[in-house]
């Protein structure tokens, strides 16, 4: 039980370059999420997937793509990257409302730097 | 209204003291309050939770105080050691509508040997 893998771990882009940050969790989960950690800012939502199908904007989703594949991948895209978006970024998951854990439940995150 | 807001940014303790952070909430709807320990180059994990129908609830070395009227909770860390130095993050969420968390700006813990 692996729980909530990310790839890459790290990256170094330059400005203008696309990339897509892999998720995956095998914790039967409903929801999925995308944050970004900047320091001094704590965790900040970029979008999130409720369930299957469904995704929405969090707090700052400009510059981002997401794609929940399936139950268990939820990917984000940088269509063309910038130096603001170097940041450490985060997927988590959760039982959402499915009755399971209430917790949310993160990966280890990717490192981004954009030059 | 969706912001949670919390304190100390950052707290020093002498190892077997009490650390004591605290968040404040202005949104009603709010029904899940956990509590994650992130270390240096890791992700942040879930600690410990609480639910507003209770006013406290223990685990181990670490409980919540809940204050519902208030609405404020607090992390209490007893007999802090220095493998607990770690950035605290306590966050919010509705149970109802797919679990979308609001979280706090961390609080950076720094327990001294």
């Known amino acids: 039980n692996a729980g909530v893998t990310q790839t890459p771990k790290f990256q170094v882009l330059k400005t203008g370059q696309s990339m897509t940050l892999q998720c995956a969790q095998d914790m039967n989960h409903n929801s999925m999420y995308w944050y970004r950690q900047d320091p001094g800012m704590g965790l900040r939502l970029i979008y999130y997937s409720a369930s299957e199908g469904t995704t929405d904007k969090g707090e700052v989703p400009n510059g981002y793509n997401v794609s929940r594949l399936n139950k268990r991948e939820f990917s984000l895209r940088l269509e063309s990257a910038a130096p603001s978006q170097t940041s450490v970024y985060f997927c988590?998951?959760?039982?959402?409302?499915?009755?399971?854990?209430?917790?949310?439940?993160f990966g280890p995150g990717t490192r981004l730097t954009v030059l | 209204q969706q912001q949670v807001k919390q304190s100390p940014q950052s707290l020093i303790v002498q190892k077997g003291g009490i650390s004591i952070i605290n968040c404040a909430y202005e949104?009603?709807?709010?029904?899940?309050f956990p509590w994650y320990q992130q270390f240096p180059g890791k992700g942040p994990a879930l600690l410990i939770a609480i639910r507003p129908d209770v006013s406290e609830k223990k685990e181990g070395r670490f409980t919540i105080s809940f204050n519902k009227s208030a609405k404020q909770f607090s992390l209490h860390i007893m007999d802090s050691q220095p493998g607990d130095s770690a950035t605290y993050f306590c966050a919010a969420s509705m149970i109802d509508y797919g679990q979308n968390f609001v979280f706090g700006p961390g609080t950076r813990l720094s327990v001294l040997p």
């Open positions: 949104n009603t709807a709010f029904d899940y």
């Open positions: 988590a998951s959760s039982a959402g409302t499915s009755g399971g854990p209430m917790g949310q439940y």
